[in-house]
């Protein structure tokens, strides 16, 4: 896989840098607002709470002045309304931002055929996501969401959040880009290869996946890092002793960080790559928006995703095929 496979044609690369041009005025004029609504929403209600205060101290015991019970559920309603106020203000660089995406991921990825985004909504193909691959969770989250073709086969791609638990108890389930795709030959059944926990999360992923059955590769380092759990174990072991060792070897060398994770379900191929970036991020709304430092990194890193899927997706196919 290329880099330059990936990268669009000069013809594409100057309507990008077009649209670019028009986003960096609209973006100059959101900077303008947000510069005076932030001051001037969040200053109006420190304005109101000084006000309400000073009434209260018409009333209060010369003790308490400022600081009656009255004053304290004042401020706290303050502190509260000067945060929503904050967001309120910044909301045409937040809405600006949001459209320029739309507006410009289907062109930088001109290499996906019919391409769809959508933002925050579940995916279609998540429902069929074996549970097994992430783990327990009861909070998933979904930022954005990119459909479409690549290589003749269909794809969907999505950052997502899954964890588990509430408040500051909660833990990361995954956290990263999940790609969920056509594979060449179904499966019969599931498969799932992730990486491996200690014993405590492992005796609970068993529970939890308690109609899976655990299997080996034969190869140590590789059954050292990964977990590989099917409902069909004779159509497993091939492909986990071979191609999908070979595949998760090579994802090894390309994810070294945190392992990536592979699911098969049927005709359900899914690419689990954790990461804590946001992969659509743009930079802050105070800062240019550069063609070569903030686009083609965004460029390559989908190709290479999708190259990947493209590879994984082979798995289980006939050698002619694969």
Do not use: C
Not at 142 to 170: H, M, Q, T
Not at 221 to 249: C, H, I, M
Request: glycine residues 8%; hydrophobic residues 50%.
């Amino acid at each position: 896989m290329e880099t330059a496979d990936f990268m669009p044609g000069e013809t594409v690369i100057a309507a990008i840098r077009k649209d670019i041009e028009a986003y960096e005025a609209a973006r100059a004029s959101a900077v303008r607002q947000v510069r005076w609504r932030v001051p001037v929403f969040v200053g109006l209600v420190l304005v109101a709470v000084v006000l309400v205060a000073w009434l209260f101290n018409k009333v209060a015991d010369p003790n308490e002045q400022w600081f009656s019970t009255p004053h304290v559920f004042l401020y706290a309603i303050g502190f509260a309304a000067s945060i929503l106020l904050y967001f309120q203000a910044r909301k045409p660089a937040t809405r600006l931002q949001q459209s320029f995406r739309e507006t410009l991921l289907p062109i930088i990825f001109g290499f996906i055929r019919d391409m769809r985004y959508q933002h925050g909504v579940t995916p279609n193909s998540f429902d069929r996501l074996p549970r097994t691959a992430v783990g327990p969770f009861n909070r998933q989250a979904f930022d954005d969401i990119v459909a479409g073709r690549y290589e003749g086969f269909p794809f969907e791609l999505y950052e997502a959040e899954l964890r588990e638990g509430a408040g500051k108890g909660s833990s990361t389930a995954f956290k990263g880009v999940i790609v969920a795709f056509e594979t060449i030959a179904p499966f019969p059944g599931i498969l799932v290869a992730t990486r491996r926990t200690n014993a405590v999360i492992s005796f609970f992923r068993g529970i939890f996946a308690s109609k899976l059955q655990e299997l080996s590769s034969g190869d140590a380092l590789l059954d050292a890092a990964y977990e590989f759990r099917t409902d069909n174990l004779g159509a497993a072991q091939p492909l986990v002793s071979g191609r999908l060792a070979q595949a998760l070897k090579w994802l090894g060398e390309t994810w070294p960080d945190d392992p990536a994770r592979v699911a098969l379900n049927g005709g359900d191929g899914f690419l689990l790559l954790p990461q804590t970036k946001n992969f659509f991020e743009l930079p802050d709304i105070s800062m240019p928006l550069d063609y070569t430092r903030h686009v083609a990194p965004m460029i390559a890193d989908m190709g290479a995703m999708l190259a990947t899927a493209a590879l994984v997706r082979k798995i289980g196919a006939k050698d002619e095929i694969g």
